[in-house]
């Protein structure tokens, strides 16, 4: 049995984006005090049984996160739009599983069932200066505002129940077969205040949508010597519909689709010189059908589309290498090519707009790692790494880019049977990034991000009993 409980708490002052510019960790003054406090908690449990012909594993989870934040939109330092966010999301998980034992017979099966429970309810306000609302240009800057609240309640039940059994032929070939049931059910509230004092009513609706599927999956694998295995696989994929609640005052221009995907891949696993080398590599293909676009709107409020067809192509390979007792030297590599066979967004505000042979948002080139270990018989730990991301587009219309970089982290500590503590320095030499970018709404000719974490020191500890 394994319990853990995980408590965090932020208190970050400014809100989460920043003019992309020379120096982005200079903070404009919006006239506004920003706030983005997050307080979340998880607890977990986890238990392992074993009986004389079957293991059963049972996984219980509750997340829970509250969010406070108060976000200035003008960079002007007029404070023409702000934004308050207060949002609550509680969910609850619980997986058991059932399989067979860790044994030489050629048969292997396992069974089981998911249930996931979640309640999001969240209130947004749009504070706005009545100068930018007045069509008549008449009413000047700072002498009132305008609030336009929306309040949203999403419930979401998730069920799912999987199968998967496998044989081995000879002792080198085993076929395997799984099949997974999915149906999603999210209901949400919705109200719309809108703006009575320039005609615009308020906008409310209930609304749920429930979605299933079956999802099938299918590897053969040939160990052709103890050191060297090769496999080919396909599976389908599935992510469920939802309701992606902004600005839309409607339930059609919330919900978007489930997204479905059939992945086929090869690659084989090796291992060389008694364990001391290990080499794995594959190749993969995916098409994808109602690929699901993330995107921000007018008013920096998340949203979702569908793309009716997309493809993802590539491969990986990763070496563990041991060439001493405690230093270990893992790498890795992964290339990944996408595109949009179709999508064409003919409701864009600029006109119709044909993304068709893009690549797909937030999916770099490459990703690469370099990581060295190195563990002391009495308790002496020391860990650096590289991380390479390569070109990467966060929008469809492949305008909004983030260069390849590199970030380099280290970690050092001590390491006995019932504890250990480190401390550890994330992005040693500062290297800005950008994890997001889209266009400032208040004036399109800039850019506004989301900038990666700057250099970050801490302490890791763990006790075990």
Request: aromatic fraction near 16%.
């Amino acid at each position: 049995m394994t319990f853990s409980v995980t408590v965090e708490t932020q208190d970050n002052g400014m809100g989460r984006f920043v003019l992309v510019d020379d120096d982005p960790f200079d903070i404009p003054d919006k006239n506004i005090d920003e706030i983005g406090d997050v307080d979340a908690d998880t607890q977990s449990l986890r238990i392992k049984y074993r009986a004389p012909w079957f293991e059963l594993t049972s996984v219980s989870a509750r997340y829970s996160n509250e969010l406070d934040q108060i976000m200035g939109y003008d960079f002007s330092g007029m404070n023409l739009m702000s934004m308050r966010y207060l949002g609550d999301d509680t969910n609850y998980s619980q997986e058991i599983c059932l399989s067979s034992l860790e044994s030489d017979s050629p048969f292997k099966w396992l069974v089981g069932g998911y249930y996931f429970s979640g309640e999001l309810i969240y209130g947004l306000t749009m504070i706005y200066d009545a100068a930018i609302l007045d069509p008549t240009g008449m009413t000047p800057p700072g002498l009132m505002t305008i609030e336009d609240p929306t309040y949203t309640t999403l419930d979401t039940n998730t069920y799912a129940i999987f199968g998967q059994t496998g044989y081995t032929f000879f002792d080198k070939l085993t076929l395997t077969a799984g099949l997974r049931y999915d149906r999603d059910k999210k209901e949400t509230d919705y109200y719309h205040q809108g703006f009575t004092i320039f005609g615009m009513p308020p906008s409310e609706y209930n609304d749920s949508e429930t979605w299933d599927t079956w999802s099938p999956k299918f590897i053969a694998d040939y160990r052709w010597n103890p050191s060297v295995l090769t496999y080919v696989s396909a599976a389908k994929g599935y992510r469920s519909g939802g309701y992606a609640q902004s600005d839309t005052d409607t339930a059609e221009n919330a919900r978007f689709d489930p997204e479905y995907a059939w992945s086929y891949e090869a690659g084989l696993k090796t291992n060389w010189l008694d364990n001391r080398i290990t080499l794995n590599a594959a190749a993969f293909y995916t098409k994808v059908k109602d690929f699901q676009v993330f995107r921000f709107n007018e008013l920096l409020q998340p949203t979702y589309t569908n793309a009716p067809k997309a493809t993802l192509q590539g491969f990986d390979a990763e070496l563990l290498a041991r060439p001493l007792k405690g230093l270990d030297i893992m790498a890795s590599f992964g290339y990944l090519d996408t595109k949009f066979d179709e999508n064409k967004d003919s409701f864009n505000p600029a006109g119709p707009k044909d993304y068709t042979g893009n690549k797909l948002p937030l999916s770099p080139e490459y990703t690469a790692s370099l990581a060295v270990q190195y563990r002391l018989s009495w308790g002496l730990f020391a860990r650096a790494e590289s991380n390479w991301f390569g070109d990467t587009y966060f929008d469809e219309a492949n305008i909004h880019k983030q260069n390849g970089y590199c970030i380099v982290n280290g970690k050092i500590g001590y390491e006995k049977e019932h504890f250990d503590i480190y401390f550890f320095v994330n992005n040693i030499f500062d290297k800005e990034y950008y994890s997001f970018l889209f266009d400032d709404p208040m004036d399109p000719t800039k850019d506004l991000g989301t900038i990666g974490d700057p250099r970050t020191f801490g302490v890791q500890a763990t006790v075990r009993f």
